[in-house]
């Protein structure tokens, strides 16, 4: 089975400064690993996936992260953050090849809170 | 991107009744639909899984006869909560997989319900 563990359950921010969100999984098997974001009272969007290839992934709303397998983390950076980055943000991992039937773990999620 | 639907966005039922919620793929056909309950500053509980055609797969613990899903067609999923409770007040959100391409789930808005 497989685990995600982010460490930080609120990351507190000032505009315009760097931000990173930490993400550690655990397996025994090749992973895919998404970051997701959820704003109040809404569904979750995805970010960015790493599935293969390159392990520095980039995603939307100048999100990038980066795959260490040696490290077994996903950590999630924004070189400056604007205040509509405050919401949730939830790392996910999944079973390698399970052709899209396997489950996604979810990660507890952290709280990106930008501050003015 | 693909988009799924959820219906109700919010529902308020007495305690001891039935309500029932939609997830829909509106621009893909889904084979496989996920259910997925929140509760407060919490991470995203697997309920169960939704394959068209096929009987739900329930995660260890919760109530099959309580939650009843039904996946009619490619586009449709149903969770039903039978006999609310209280305590059955959460936030659902459902989610589908392209499995066309990309691995990426994509979510609902979610639905909020509270029972009284």
């Known amino acids: 089975a497989q685990s995600v563990t982010q460490l930080d359950s609120q990351v507190p921010v000032f505009e315009e400064a760097p931000v990173e969100l930490r993400c550690n999984y655990s397996s025994s098997v090749s992973v895919y690993l998404f970051w997701y974001v959820q704003y109040p009272n809404q569904g979750l969007q995805l970010l960015l996936k790493y599935l293969s290839g390159s392990t520095l992934v980039k995603g939307i709303n100048g999100f990038e992260a980066e795959f260490n397998k040696s490290q077994t983390s996903f950590h999630l950076r924004k070189p400056s953050v604007h205040i509509s980055d405050t919401a949730e943000y939830f790392c996910?991992?999944?079973?390698?090849?399970?052709?899209?039937?396997?489950?996604?773990?979810f990660g507890i999620g952290t709280k990106l809170q930008v501050i003015p | 991107g693909a988009v799924v639907s959820q219906h109700p966005s919010r529902v308020i039922c007495k305690s001891g009744t039935s309500v029932k919620i939609e997830c829909r793929s509106l621009d893909f056909q889904a084979t496989t639909m996920f259910w997925y309950r929140q509760f407060p500053k919490q991470s995203l509980m697997l309920m169960a899984t939704?394959?068209?055609?096929?009987?739900?797969?329930?995660e260890q613990g919760v109530e099959k006869d309580k939650f009843l899903i039904n996946h009619a067609s490619l586009t449709l999923s149903t969770l039903t909560v039978t006999s609310a409770h209280p305590e059955d007040s959460s936030f659902y959100i459902c989610?589908?997989?392209?499995?066309?391409?990309?691995?990426?789930?994509?979510f609902g808005p979610g639905t909020r319900l509270t029972v009284t």
């Open positions: 996910a991992v999944e079973k390698a090849g399970s052709g899209g039937y396997q489950k996604v773990t």
């Open positions: 939704s394959n068209e055609g096929s009987k739900a797969t329930y």
């Open positions: 989610s589908a997989r392209d499995l066309s391409g990309g691995y990426e789930q994509y």
